[in-house]
């Protein structure tokens, strides 16, 4: 099957490690690399550390030349709870940029099983407080505020969409 697939798409799903996954080989299935992600001049990309005792970030996104309060989406990465980062957000959301100007904000929440339940998505919480504290300083409109995620996070995002928030955000989230 993977020979039909373009070169470039199939050197990058040969380069992860297909590995069973169990508490032997979780250490080495996190430390397979994911592919590279170019840099778009189009977008900003910026680090925030947002709990310095935690070590927990952010990346923010932004279209280049947009002023103005934009629309947010604030996107919690897959993984399965267990691994991946902030990072692998970008190649979704520099899709997403061009067609959608936004600013986008992903957060790099601890993994299990080092940090159980509720854990992760109190970082999640966490995180997106952060981004409405700081609505002002990343040009976002506090009340287009939309919570996005894949894999765990599907069902994830409806837990930290339904906890109580600053502002009059409400939470509107498709039922699928």
Do not use: K
């Amino acid at each position: 099957m993977l020979e039909s697939l373009h070169p470039d798409v199939r050197s990058a799903i040969e380069a992860f490690v297909r590995l069973p996954l169990d508490a032997e080989n979780l250490a080495a299935v996190r430390a397979t690399p994911y592919p590279p992600v170019p840099v778009f001049d189009a977008v900003e990309m910026r680090d925030h550390v947002i709990d310095e005792t935690t070590g927990l970030q952010v990346q923010s996104y932004r279209p280049r030349g947009l002023g103005g309060r934009l629309p947010c989406v604030y996107y919690i990465h897959g993984g399965g709870y267990i691994r991946g980062t902030h990072a692998i957000s970008s190649p979704r959301v520099y899709q997403w940029i061009s067609s959608r100007p936004c600013v986008y904000v992903s957060v790099d929440y601890r993994l299990a099983p080092e940090t159980p339940f509720p854990g992760p998505l109190e970082d999640c919480y966490a995180g997106l407080r952060w981004l409405h504290q700081h609505a002002d300083e990343l040009g976002v409109d506090n009340a287009r505020i939309g919570v996005n995620g894949i894999s765990a996070w599907r069902t994830g995002r409806r837990a930290l969409a339904s906890r109580p928030r600053p502002g009059r955000v409400q939470s509107r989230l498709p039922s699928s």
